[in-house]
């Protein structure tokens, strides 16, 4: 896949570079958020960082939502919630902190990538570790276990597969259960979570990303 | 101060005043009594001559017909004594004790000319006498009554003028030292607020520039040294998070970097030697988010002093609801939990609203570091959140059955870097409970650690509502 790295500092960038080629991935880097506008075109997914020198990550994220729906991965040393929730409510797929792990880098790639070949053509199977999901048949197994799963329940975990990996926000899971992002349904949001979580059996399938939303880990520690 | 100052000034306001009020009252008496004694002092001196005619050409009719008119004229009583006759007129009874004596004292050519000083009230008559005769003999003596009620009448009116015009004046000049007390005391007032401000909350508003000149160049310093000190503080505060920043830059790559290497190191000897690198390199991360979430909190909690020193009306009442949030924080926490085979316990559900005013997400940031605490330092025991309600306040308990600690070091838990000795051997920053401990106080809560019986540690943030 061609990655497009907008990052200002060097060390970061060859880092990031020699990290996404170890996964077969190509990838250009560019140094500030103006070349990252020109340049978007050519790359599937973009690496984007907020600290820029010539304007700040995020009205570089605004503008490039304006004209693509390509992938876009914050990858910042900022990590107060604000940012992080005001990144993603501007259209990021997924928000990382400096410093990350490899592996973990290299997971959220695929999983944001897995997420929009999905969106292309789709599929009634979903698999994400042990779980698999049969979207045709309204069924859900974990390890060859069935999952008996209320209609809401299975809406609930089937979204968050499909996001493969990346945020679903509390107001998207809300959109796409209710039809409605700000309902007041917020408290049996949770209910519905608590009992999904319950049947999966194993604490960790369903994380929590504080004042954000929720991301399902296909294998939890 | 305020009343010493006052009351040093009223005091001499009102010396000033009552001296003011005894001069012009002595002096208006002093003039009403010298104008009565030259006019009745003439007087005494026309029947004094016209006695001697008399006496001269031993006819008494003219005298008497003088006489006669000046008490018509004057309702005033007048007796002239000779050797051999009294004459009479008006009502001056010639038995009264004073009359006597003036007659004797006359007698021996003692004459009585002078009025004594008036007094606003008191006896209206007074006497005049004095002797008449040639130069070598005295013949008679002569007495006249002095009506004083007039005179004593005017004299009260000037004292009465005298009187509202002090009260007046003293009421003013009595204003007058409160205007300037208070000129001088205000700035030194809001001075002393504002210095006591400063030590408990590092903040300090804008002094007004008024008051005498010295207060105002002293509020000038004091302003000045304040942001001096607010500056500092800041500066310190962004140094350190600042630097926590930069460094993620560098930390971000080295892992990455180091990641890379233990892919391509996959066998041979070398991945045993780069285990090391990526412990110290968690150490690092660790360490790093530690000091940037104190930094925050730190900030935060000078934020929350600022507010409550302007006034507790104006905090953005964020409110949280502790139950639901300690939920949360559990299921968040299950992962880890299951992993060391710690038994996370939701304790009895609260009874009625549990709401307190406090940022939810930093709530939830408190109870995730507590819980991860306990996780770590209570490895296989059983963790129990409870939410309870108590007179005016909310108590979010996060409870162990670990190791606890001991009395003398749960104190010093919240000091930054601190670790207990005995727990060396677990990875740790010693940042966690001093990260909860300012955010908890930034929110107007507190945190509390205490023992549990027979061992474990119970943290305990307590929110009052």
């Not at chain 2, 030590?199 to 040294?225: H, N, W």
């Not at chain 2, 909190?297 to 104006?314: D, I, K, M």
């Not at chain 2, 996060?398 to 070091?409: H, K, N, R, T």
Request: net charge negative; aromatic share 4%.
């Amino acid at each position: 896949m061609d990655l497009l790295i907008v990052e200002d500092d060097d060390a970061v960038a060859s880092a990031l570079l020699a990290a996404v080629s170890s996964a077969g991935h190509k990838a250009e880097r560019v140094f500030r958020g103006s070349d990252a506008l020109l340049q978007h075109r050519k790359a599937a997914m973009i690496l984007l960082d907020l600290g820029l020198p010539d304007m700040d990550g995020l009205e570089v994220l605004r503008k490039l939502r304006q004209v693509t729906l390509n992938p876009v991965i914050i990858l910042t040393a900022r990590d107060d919630e604000r940012s992080v929730i005001r990144g993603l409510r501007l259209g990021a797929d997924d928000y990382l902190i400096k410093p990350v792990k490899l592996n973990e880098l290299l997971a959220r790639i695929e999983a944001v990538a897995r997420r929009m070949g999905r969106a292309a053509a789709p599929s009634s199977e979903l698999t994400a570790g042990d779980v698999t999901i049969s979207l045709d048949h309204r069924t859900a197994e974990v390890a060859g276990r069935a999952l008996s799963l209320t209609p809401t329940e299975f809406e609930l975990l089937a979204l968050l597969v499909k996001h493969g990996g990346s945020i679903a926000t509390r107001e998207q899971i809300m959109d796409a259960l209710w039809g409605d992002a700000f309902a007041a349904a917020s408290r049996s949001l949770d209910v519905h979570l608590t009992g999904l979580r319950a049947k999966l059996g194993r604490p960790g399938y369903i994380v929590n990303v504080r004042g954000v939303g929720y991301r399902f880990e296909a294998n939890p520690p | 101060m305020r009343v010493r100052v006052l009351g040093v000034l009223g005091i001499l306001s009102l010396l000033l005043v009552l001296g003011l009020a005894y001069s012009l009252l002595s002096a208006g008496s002093r003039e009403l009594t010298q104008e009565l004694q030259i006019n009745r002092v003439a007087s005494l001196n026309r029947l004094a001559q016209v006695a001697t005619e008399a006496a001269a050409s031993n006819d008494w009719t003219v005298l008497q017909t003088e006489m006669d008119s000046y008490s018509n004229l004057y309702g005033e009583g007048i007796l002239v004594h000779t050797q051999d006759r009294a004459l009479a007129s008006g009502a001056l009874d010639p038995n009264r004790a004073d009359v006597k004596d003036a007659f004797f004292n006359a007698s021996l050519n003692l004459s009585l000319t002078s009025v004594e000083p008036l007094w606003p009230f008191g006896p209206s008559s007074r006497l005049v006498s004095r002797s008449f005769g040639s130069a070598n003999q005295v013949l008679g003596e002569v007495v006249l009554e002095v009506n004083t009620a007039a005179a004593q009448a005017k004299l009260r009116t000037l004292w009465l003028l005298v009187i509202v015009a002090a009260v007046i004046l003293e009421a003013g000049l009595l204003l007058l030292a409160a205007r300037v007390t208070g000129w001088v005391l205000r700035p030194i007032h809001r001075l002393n607020s504002a210095v006591l401000e400063l030590e408990a909350t590092g903040f300090m508003q804008q002094l007004p520039q008024d008051g005498p000149p010295e207060l105002r160049e002293l509020s000038r310093s004091l302003t000045t040294m304040a942001a001096a000190v607010q500056e500092s503080l800041d500066q310190q505060r962004q140094l350190i998070a600042d630097t926590s920043h930069q460094l993620r830059n560098p930390v971000a790559a080295l892992r990455l970097r180091a990641d890379l290497l233990q892919l391509q190191l996959s066998d041979g000897p070398g991945r045993e030697g780069i285990q090391p690198v990526l412990a110290e390199l968690d150490r690092v991360e660790g360490l790093l988010d530690g000091v940037l979430t104190l930094a925050t909190a730190e900030n935060r909690l000078s934020e929350g002093q600022a507010r409550q020193a302007v006034g507790p009306s104006s905090s953005a009442g964020a409110r949280a609801n502790p139950a639901l949030i300690a939920q949360e924080e559990l299921e968040r926490a299950g992962a880890a939990a299951a992993l060391n085979g710690t038994t996370l316990v939701w304790g009895p559900e609260p009874a009625g609203d549990v709401d307190l005013d406090c940022n939810p997400l930093e709530l939830a940031q408190m109870v995730g570091e507590l819980l991860g605490n306990a996780i770590k330092y209570a490895a296989g025991g059983t963790v129990e959140v409870s939410v309870a309600a108590g007179p005016g306040e909310v108590r979010l308990d996060v409870s162990d059955d670990g190791p606890g600690l001991p009395a003398e070091q749960l104190a010093s838990a919240v000091a930054r870097f601190w670790r207990a000795p005995q727990h060396r051997g677990i990875a740790g920053t010693g940042l966690g409970m001093t990260i909860v401990d300012r955010l908890a106080r930034a929110n107007g809560g507190e945190l509390v650690l205490a023992a549990v019986h027979p061992h474990g540690l119970r943290a305990r943030l307590v929110f009052p509502r």
